[in-house]
Nanobody, 120 residues
């Protein structure tokens, strides 16, 4: 009964930018950490960035100086601003909420994924 819905993926040239959004919807839940993972063809799913409701952030080394994660706690929405995109950033990007307090339990939720393609 908690849903993560991603948007903002698409095709962009190397050096370009995209902004991804992920909104959590439902009733009776609390979310602390939200973040982004990605999976490229032939590669394992990897962490991109995370953000807590208190403002702490973490980034993969490969994106640290190019991507920025932010969130609007009132809207339960997390964003990923991606700048200076490289072909190796091409992947399906997944929104993740690893610890959601819901109905007295802790559960993990994933979005459906959004495709990001960086190509000239």
């Amino acid at each position: 009964q908690v849903y993560l819905v991603e948007s903002g993926g698409g095709l962009v040239q190397p050096g370009g930018s995209l902004r991804l959004s992920c909104a959590a919807s439902g009733r009776g839940f609390e979310i602390n950490t939200m973040g982004w993972y990605r999976q490229a063809p032939g590669k394992e799913r990897e962490l991109v960035a995370t953000s807590t409701s208190g403002g702490s952030t973490n980034y993969a080394d490969s994106v640290k100086d190019r991507f920025t994660i932010s969130r609007d706690n009132a809207k339960n929405t997390v964003y990923l601003q991606m700048n200076s995109l490289k072909p190796e950033d091409t992947a399906v990007y997944y929104c993740n909420a690893p610890r959601v307090y819901y109905s007295g339990t802790i559960r993990e939720y994933w979005g459906q994924g959004t495709q990001v393609t960086v190509s000239s």
